[in-house]
């Protein structure tokens, strides 16, 4: 149990482009879902935190009219990265939580900004 | 005040041996304490997770030491493999307030056994 997927595991675009990434819970309802961002050999950065059918809380520094986070169902939330450039080149990943305190990850994706 | 600090930043361990761990916190609003284990790639998986109301949680091989006193936890991996070959990242949270379930993670370890 206990399952997150994100789609797609890899993308390529060019810069000044969008790009959408769905995360999923697969097998249980996710009251709270996160973004994180890994540059390698790094650890994590939390982006974002949604709630389904309200705003995204974004941590200090992230912006919120790149990196937008719709959380439309209890079992699916997207980051749609705005306008990219090469600087936004990261491994995006999502985790979803039943209770808030659990959290399960997602396989995340890699964006390449050429 | 929101830090975990983990070390050591890398370690490497015989197949066997046993692979330790620490991280050390500061915010002692933080209630909840787990680990995870990342692969190449791959998304973080949840190993083994503690509350502060225990000192010591076992699952197989893995064991997390609590000591709130010292404001630090430790993994223990018991018999490493080199399928334990991974990065490890130690996390804290508080599960209250407007900080509801935001991990806080530590810097990560790289632990490499060899066969």
């Known amino acids: 149990g206990a399952v997150v997927s994100q789609h797609p595991s890899r993308v390529i675009c060019k810069s000044g482009t969008s790009v959408k990434i769905e995360c999923r819970s697969l097998?249980?309802?996710?009251?709270?879902m996160f973004w994180y961002r890994q540059f390698p050999k790094q650890s994590l950065m939390l982006m974002a935190t949604?709630?389904?059918?309200?705003?995204?809380?974004?941590e200090q520094g992230v912006e919120k009219d790149k990196f937008l986070i719709n959380h439309a169902s209890l079992t699916l939330s997207t980051l749609t990265v705005t306008s990219a450039h090469p600087e936004d080149s990261s491994f995006y990943i999502c985790?979803?939580?039943?209770?808030?305190?659990?959290?399960?990850f997602g396989p995340g994706t890699r964006l390449t900004v050429t | 005040q929101q830090q975990v600090k983990q070390s050591p930043q890398s370690l490497i361990v015989q197949k066997g041996g046993i692979s330790i761990i620490n991280c050390a916190y500061e915010?002692?609003?933080?209630?909840?304490f787990p680990w995870y284990q990342q692969f190449p790639g791959k998304g973080p998986a949840l190993l083994i997770a503690?509350?502060?109301?225990?000192s010591e949680k076992k699952e197989g091989r893995f064991t997390i030491s609590f000591n709130k006193s010292a404001k630090q936890f430790s993994l223990h991996i018991m018999d490493s493999q080199p399928g334990d070959s991974a990065t490890y990242f130690c996390?804290?949270?508080?599960?209250?307030?407007?900080?509801?379930?935001?991990?806080?993670f530590g810097q990560g370890t790289i632990l490499t056994v060899h066969p």
């Open positions: 996390a804290a949270s508080r599960n209250g307030g407007t900080s509801y379930g935001k991990l806080t």
């Open positions: 949604s709630n389904e059918g309200s705003k995204a809380t974004y």
């Open positions: 985790s979803a939580s039943l209770t808030g305190a659990e959290q399960y």
């Open positions: 915010n002692t609003a933080f209630d909840y």
């Open positions: 097998d249980f309802q996710a009251t709270t």
């Open positions: 503690i509350n502060p109301d225990v």
